[in-house]
């Protein structure tokens, strides 16, 4: 059987972006030095490696400090939580970027909030009471 296993995002500065996902209730995972093709990959997630988890990679071309286009093909990544408000709270204690307050979503009855990682990613945080 299938299994999403992870999406893969460039990043211009590693800690800074590991620092804002722990913001979320991520951990790394696993991290890949490769040196031969001046790289490195970090997975982060909720779980470690357990079934059905979906990761992100975190991958740093060294030497690209300037950035990445986010591109006009992606949207966002959508992540689970608690409380919407609480998590919308700690990203902003964290110095992250709160680009929706928590609240419905229009023509619905979910609560959602929107956040930015360091390099211009959209987090979509989804009110998941269970």
């Known amino acids: 059987m299938a299994s999403y ?10 800690d800074d972006s ?8 991520m951990h790394e995972l696993r991290r890949r030095e490769v040196p031969d093709g001046k790289y490195t990959l970090v997975f982060i997630g909720y779980a470690d490696n357990a079934a059905g988890q ?3 990679e975190l991958t740093y071309n060294w030497g690209q400090d300037d950035g990445y286009e986010v591109g006009s093909g992606f949207g966002h990544f959508a992540v689970g939580v608690p409380d919407v408000a609480a998590a919308v709270e700690q990203v902003r204690a964290g110095g992250g970027k709160v680009t929706r307050e928590a609240g419905p979503v229009k023509f619905g ?21 269970d």
């Open 5 to 14: 296993l992870h999406t893969m995002v460039r990043v211009k500065n590693l």
């Open 18 to 25: 590991i620092a804002f996902y722990k913001l979320l209730g």
């Open 54 to 56: 979906a990761e992100i």
């Open 109 to 129: 009855t979910s609560i959602i909030a929107f956040v930015e990682d360091p390099d211009g990613y959209k987090i979509e945080l989804i009110q998941r009471p």
